[in-house]
């Protein structure tokens, strides 16, 4: 029976098709939404021992945040020993002092050829592991903008007693209410901790990490001599390599803040090179995600698989696929697809966003309800309306992902200016 006598076309089958696959692709993590709902928080156990760690650094031109980072890190309340090393990398201002007027040890680094956080990472794991004698059981891997909470590696060094390898932490902003841009990227990394992240360590499955606040035992950086990761999205193909080989992430809930972007331009550029990166990463491990499925490591290889690429390449795919069909169709004026048709597939376009905005405005929804005692703006107006605007947000990786696959995309450095202490980020209720 003709598709038209049922009162379909084939582009309306082939996007609810796709949309099935998201479905199904996608479905867990509504599990996940649940399961934490019903457990809440994870609970770690007093540490059996305070052990030793160095916080590492990369830096360029951050003189403006890179102080207030290095005090709270001062500043633990931890009884264990913590250093911190600070690497100014190709600066052209007073980086380099005034981590070294904060306490930090601090080591200047010019190559040229070789800039960027992988690189500085790669560098200083071999200088601090080639020392005469190297006291650090583990390292801690931040962003020159950020800032940690007092009790922050206290609650981490009660999952690395634990025996993880790995372990992620609790990301949150310290400028949500700058603008409807930083806001979406606070809400998804809110959720990204308390849904993702929190609900994988209640399943006792593996976590990821995610740009910075990630802790790594020493031993994986002499097992690996140094750092080899060295694409566009480092944190990301680190995540896969712990996936592939069965290492398995941690999570605890110790918070720290960091700056998002404010205006879209600059996150577009951002975005671009995290959709960029994660093509790279894909392409060099689904093989061993996927064996992993089979080979014992199933929920762990398959959460990673689906982080990384059915979003990415359904999304394509339904954008040329749709494209294509109202272009050749319009076109072919009523031989390859009649106006009715043509309208069935803007009705099925339109009606594939409008889901995907209800979906996202529900997520976003419940992600502010449950974490409102994480969220620290001046304008309660922000928070309400960013429920409105995380959606906006999300939906704009759609552009993204298809520029990605064809752009060009290098690293580039966001400018960090929010110069704000652990205090002034929490203190406010309303006001900063």
Known sequence: MELARLGTTPITVFNNLVGALFTLAYLYQVFYTIWV??????KLPVAKRS?????????????????????????????????????????????????????????????????????????????????????????????????ISPD???????????????????????????????????????????????????????????????????????????????????????????????????????????????????????????????YQVFFSYWRDLVRGIFKGRFFASYDMLMTMSPAMFLTIISVFVNLAYLIIGTASRGFIATQSELGACVGSIVTTLVSSYGMFFLMGLVTTISERRHIHARSRWRVIANVFTFPIFELSYIPINVVALFKKVDWVPVKHDIAVNFDEVVSEDGTR
């Open 37 to 42: 709902m019903i457990r809440g928080e994870v």
């Open 51 to 147: 052990h030793s760690y160095a916080f590492v650094i990369a830096a360029h031109n951050e003189e403006s945040v890179i102080g207030n980072l290095v005090r709270s890190i001062k500043a633990q309340r931890y009884d264990g020993l913590i250093d911190c090393y600070v690497v100014a990398d190709a600066c052209t201002d007073r980086t380099a002092e005034v981590a070294r007027e904060a306490g930090a040890i601090v080591w200047e680094r010019n190559d040229l050829a070789r800039r960027g956080k992988s690189w500085v990472l790669d560098f200083a794991f071999d200088r601090i592991l080639n020392q005469q004698e190297c006291p650090y059981e583990g390292f801690f891997v931040m962003d020159a903008d950020n800032v």
């Open 152 to 278: 922050y590696v206290e609650i981490m060094n009660k999952a690395f007693d634990q025996g993880f390898l790995v372990c992620t932490s609790y990301r949150n902003s310290k400028n949500f209410d700058s603008s409807w841009v930083s806001a979406g990227y606070s809400l998804w990394f809110m959720r990204e901790s308390r849904y993702l992240n929190n609900a994988r360590m209640l399943l006792g499955t593996s976590c990821a990490i995610s740009g910075s606040g990630w802790l790594v035992s020493a031993s994986i950086i002499r097992g690996m001599h140094g750092w080899m990761f060295h694409t566009l999205t480092e944190d990301l193909q680190f995540t896969a390599f712990c996936a592939s080989h069965n290492i398995r992430i941690g999570y605890a809930p110790a918070e720290f803040f960091d700056e998002q972007p404010t205006d879209f331009k600059t996150s577009w550029t951002q975005r671009m090179r995290w959709s960029r990166g994660g």
